[in-house]
């Protein structure tokens, strides 16, 4: 030690540092984002010709129109009261893992961009199967006739959700949405894209995971964006019973005080109040991002349209779920032979999924997120749209 301090004493201050820097570079260990020139494990190098690659890692890219939701310890379930009786959604703590969603709906602009990609890139047949059915907004008894004409292609309607979608398809354009994006991420760092479009290699840490439908806990979670109520240490000081706080439906601060906060049906025949003074400003659906987002920054999880989530409907999954990251793929341990759909008892079985949130048509129960509702995955309406989630890969919390 003494003879350390002697060399040490009779060296520059700069020479110092760098051995003190370079003492403490010995000690430092790897990491996802600095892994090293050699493996910790075999002594091997990586990088050299022939050997074991280990591309350059920053953090996963951020991902187009998506919004980062912190996952944690939380209570879901409907906080209305049960007004049909279901008892399907009853309170139980859980845990969701961080995650990525979409700021907003996805819009008719968005959808007609992946209309165009189908019929250049794929067959007649994939174009017929990626189109909405527009004819969601006919009625023998009202003139909604401008809305099947107009609503998916006219400029005007660009920016609103699109309708007329499937749960299927809400699942084949996650699935387009992530070629695309991880294609051009591929190209932008330099990655050759394999000719075939076949898989752009994950380890390569420059393309992201997949896009696909948020489960109903995830959608769920996002919607009450309960990080705006911490008190002290992990103590909340309220629930919500919609994603913005308190129990009224009208913004309380500013310019916007007393206007609504969400795109819904008041009540019977009225959906936006009278001329003059229409409230919340939307017949039907309303531009995407219309109203006050919630605290994690997403737009209208209460209303304008209702969204499909990844879940299959059983009315008491509550009880099923794992508390970590809860999700409901199929029947098991609720088995669709144990519903009588073919005595039309029931419309349950393994092909109904949830959807959540309200829409322009609903009146304002249906903008708690705790409740739900389920149609078959091959059907659609002018009142259920979507958006998209993904995972935050390479993190445990």
């Keep these: 030690m003494t003879k350390l301090f002697r060399v040490l004493n009779s060296l520059p201050y700069i020479m110092v540092g760098v051995l003190i820097i370079s003492a403490c570079s010995k ?25 074991f690659q280990v591309a350059d890692f920053s953090g996963q890219p951020d991902g187009p129109n998506l919004v980062f939701i912190e996952g944690g310890r939380t209570v879901l379930g409907s906080f209305e009261e049960d007004l049909l009786n279901t ?14 969603m979409d700021e907003t709906e996805i819009a008719n602009i968005h959808w007609l961009e992946y209309m165009f990609a189908v ?58 949405r992530t070629s695309v994006v991880n294609k051009k991420l591929a190209e932008d760092a330099g990655i050759q894209i394999p000719e075939d479009g076949g ?3 994950l380890e390569s840490g420059a393309v992201l995971p997949n896009y696909r439908l948020p489960s109903e806990s995830e959608w769920e979670y996002a919607a009450y964006a309960l990080i705006g109520t911490q008190w002290l240490d992990e103590n909340q000081t309220q629930k919500r019973l919609y994603p913005w706080d308190g129990h009224a439906l009208r913004n309380p601060y500013g310019n916007q005080m007393g206007f609504f906060l969400g795109n819904f049906k008041r009540g019977r025949g009225d959906y936006a109040g ?14 995407i991002y219309s109203f006050p987002p919630n605290d994690f920054g997403l737009y209208n999880m209460a209303g304008n ?14 009880r099923d779920f794992d508390d970590l990251n809860p999700l409901r793929r199929d029947g098991f341990l609720d088995e669709a032979k144990g519903y009588d759909k073919k005595g039309f008892q029931t419309l349950i079985d393994d092909h109904v999924r949830v ?7 609903d009146v304002a129960y249906w903008l708690s997120p705790g409740t739900r509702r389920f149609l078959e995955e091959d059907s659609c309406t ?16």
């Design 274 to 287: 009278i001329a003059g003074k229409l409230n919340d400003g939307a017949m039907i659906t309303d531009y």
């Design 119 to 176: 019929q250049r890139d794929s067959s007649e047949e994939a174009f017929k199967a990626s189109m909405p059915d527009t004819t969601v907004w006919a009625s023998e008894l009202a003139y909604n006739d401008p809305y099947v004409d107009h609503y998916l292609r006219y400029p005007g309607f660009r920016f609103f959700p699109v309708v007329g979608i499937s749960w299927k398809q809400a699942v084949s354009y996650s699935d387009w």
């Design 87 to 100: 008892h399907d959604n009853v309170e139980r703590t859980v845990t969701v893992a961080s995650f990525y």
């Design 305 to 318: 349209v209702n969204e499909w989530v990844y879940d299959v409907y059983r009315p008491l999954s509550f």
């Design 27 to 51: 000690s430092k260990n790897p990491t996802s984002t600095d892994a090293g020139s050699v493996s910790t494990v075999t002594g091997m190098p990586y990088n050299e010709e022939g050997g």
């Design 382 to 397: 002018a009142t259920i749209g979507f958006r998209c989630a993904m995972i935050r890969a390479g993190t445990n919390y």
């Design 355 to 361: 959807y959540k949130g309200g829409s322009w048509k």
């Design 199 to 201: 898989r752009i290699p």
